[in-house]
């Protein structure tokens, strides 16, 4: 901008504070997918109800309330619904004609916020010039009337119609939404995260914060041979083989020859009943075996990262070397093991890979690393991603600040630094990038702090003692399968605790707010998501239907619109077509978290604060110039 001349300047200046004045745009919230897609795909459609707000407030007097119904899921699933009106009627063409003329109407509604520019860059170019006519010129009262109503009736005579409404639809979706979060834990438990990032990938405007899950997929990747074998483990117990094998093009028949040579039946290893679709015999048989692999070439490669890097501070995880007679020592009481699948450790030797397991490992990497699919996705997850972000005064962040009981922040050290709070967040972070970066070193310090994030006691992302899978594997007392969580999770009732976190991130607004993810909210225990007198919002309410029997609903998503910020709660979702053919909507329930007094505007944003400060730089240029903008 700094070659603009003065006239150029002024339009510039007069264009900008003219945004800054505009309605803050809507922000959508939402957390802990963990790979279900379907439920996940039409809460993005919806808007989490913002798409039925609009159609009710537009058509409330006028449309009964299946007419409202059709209308919403026309909007959702444009092609879809057509398809399934079709099959049960001849439609008219007055019904193309007045369906199109609704979905007119909803599009200038959901657009009136944004300028013509924003406007005009999102529509398809196909009926650019169209849309953009009846968008802002369309007026029943005008002169132009028949000259509308007859672009209207030649798209349905060309047989355009279904591919305007479509467009239409599309167009009201991505206008209610201006941008998405996503607080972390997309992969792992559900069957399809591929699908998910898919969608990410062509959604107009989002960023993504970290989940625990999502950096073991990352730090596989990057090469950690221990997030690797996490990440298979994982899928084989959620019976989810076929997202490795199908989705991401990875051939599994060395570890399938190798676990079925090696494992036997072993009943603490079958797989989770997958809630999704039924596995064959020879699937469930292969995922049995497969943990079994995993869980033992799991516990060798990090007991090996354990012990060149004794600064992580986790020797209390190195249990195999603890094991005699089938009994393993912890805090000195001796417990009988279950369910052992031992066959390759050699107890003079606990932590050492077995060459069939050192190629089997060793081929997974490569073909990780390879996979187009999951390269494209990981890379993504790297561009769109972060550990945390501060954005419109609020705080986002998945899993915790490490906390000490007394509320301070937990220090750790690495390479003779200490880190604690904010600092060290973002040397994690710093740590994560360079060891995507460099893929080929498997073994050195960035590459093995990925793994820490997963389990390591003051992670961010993890928030507890010690991960316990090895107890939940092979020993029947439940009292060892207790992670004892960080202070933080229950310092985070107290307001002032998250006034301090704020604080150290640099909010200090007072209407800001910590918005978090990766512990369930237990609704049906009476668990409030809104915490310490609203400063901070959990919205992992259980999309995963793993925890949906513990959160009693099937998630929570949270608004942020100029009018303030709007908690919902979510129903399990049925399935896309059952609710395509019904018009079964996901039935939410709101509640407001903070109803703003002035309605916001863009200037009260983040961006809005950007854009402040380009607004002054043109104001100086101009002033250098010679002249005055006013």
């Not at 009292?479 to 301090?500: G, I, P």
Request: overall charge negative; glycine content about 6%; proline content about 3%.
């Amino acid at each position: 901008m700094s070659n603009l001349h003065s006239n150029e300047l002024i339009a510039e200046i007069i264009n900008l504070e003219a945004i800054l004045n505009l309605p803050k745009g809507t922000e959508h919230f939402i957390s802990d997918l963990h790979g279900e897609f379907a439920a996940f795909n039409h809460i993005l459609r919806n808007g989490s109800g913002s798409i039925r707000d609009k159609v009710s407030t537009l058509f409330s007097q006028e449309l009964s309330q299946d007419k409202i119904d059709e209308l919403c899921f026309l909007i959702y699933y444009p092609e879809a619904k057509i398809q399934s009106l079709k099959k049960a009627q001849n439609l008219p063409q007055n019904w193309w004609f007045e369906t199109i003329e609704q979905l007119l109407i909803i599009v200038r509604f959901a657009s009136s916020k944004y300028t013509r520019s924003k406007v005009r860059k999102a529509l398809p170019q196909t009926y650019a010039y169209i849309l953009e006519e009846l968008i802002y010129q369309y007026d029943e009262t005008t002169d132009k009337k028949a000259y509308y109503r007859q672009i209207i009736q030649k798209i349905i005579e060309l047989g355009e119609a279904e591919r305007f409404i479509a467009d239409l639809s599309y167009l009201t979706q991505r206008f209610v939404i201006d941008h998405l979060h996503v607080i972390g834990d997309i992969y792992d438990r559900g069957p399809h995260p591929d699908k998910i990032m898919d969608s990410l990938l062509d959604y107009h405007s989002l960023d993504i914060q970290w989940g625990n899950h999502d950096i073991i997929w990352l730090g596989a990747v990057s090469g950690s041979k221990a997030c690797l074998a996490n990440v298979l483990r994982i899928c084989a117990r959620y019976g989810n083989l076929d997202l490795l094998e199908e989705a991401y093009g990875i051939d599994l028949q060395l570890l399938k020859s190798f676990s079925r040579k090696i494992y036997q039946e072993n009943k603490g290893f079958f797989s989770k009943k997958n809630p999704y679709r039924e596995l064959t015999t020879l699937e469930s048989t292969d995922a049995m075996k497969i943990q079994q692999a995993m869980a033992m070439i799991q516990e060798k490669l990090e007991g090996q990262l354990i012990q060149r890097r004794p600064e992580f501070q986790m020797d209390h995880r190195l249990l195999l070397d603890k094991i005699h007679e089938n009994q393993l020592m912890i805090d000195g009481q001796a417990y009988q093991l279950v369910n052992t699948c031992f066959q390759t450790v050699d107890w003079t030797q606990p932590y050492q890979l077995s060459a069939e397991e050192e190629l089997v490992i060793t081929d997974l990497l490569q073909q990780f690393q390879n996979s187009p699919k999951l390269k494209q996705h990981m890379t993504f997850l790297m561009e769109k991603g972060a550990l945390y972000l501060s954005y419109n005064h609020n705080l986002l962040i998945h899993g915790c600040i490490p906390l000490n009981d007394d509320g301070s922040f937990q220090e750790i050290s690495f390479n003779k630094n200490k880190y604690a709070g904010k600092a060290l967040l973002d040397f994690f972070e710093t740590n994560i990038q360079q060891a995507f970066s460099k893929p080929w070193l498997t073994e050195d310090f960035s590459t093995d702090l990925v793994w820490y994030l997963w389990c390591g006691e003051r992670s961010s992302l993890f928030g507890k003692k010690a991960m316990k899978t090895f107890e939940r594997y092979f020993i029947e007392e439940c009292q060892t399968h207790v992670e004892e969580k960080n202070a933080y999770y229950s310092l985070r009732n107290d307001s002032q605790v998250c006034q301090n976190i704020l604080k150290a991130f640099g909010l200090n607004e007072p209407d800001s707010h910590i918005i978090n993810g990766h512990t369930p909210v237990k609704q049906i225990k009476g668990e409030s998501p809104i915490k310490a007198d609203g400063k901070m919002i959990v919205i992992d309410g259980g999309f995963s239907k793993a925890y949906q029997k513990v959160t009693g609903i099937g998630g929570y998503t949270l608004l942020y619109n100029s009018f303030g910020m709007q908690l919902a709660a979510h129903k399990p979702f049925s399935d896309q077509e059952t609710a395509i053919e019904k018009n079964d909507d996901i039935i939410s329930t709101r509640q407001i978290v903070d109803r703003k007094i002035e309605r916001l505007k863009v200037k009260d944003t983040t961006i809005g604060h950007t854009l402040i400060k380009e607004t002054q730089q043109l104001n100086n240029q101009l002033k250098h110039s010679g002249q005055s903008a006013f």
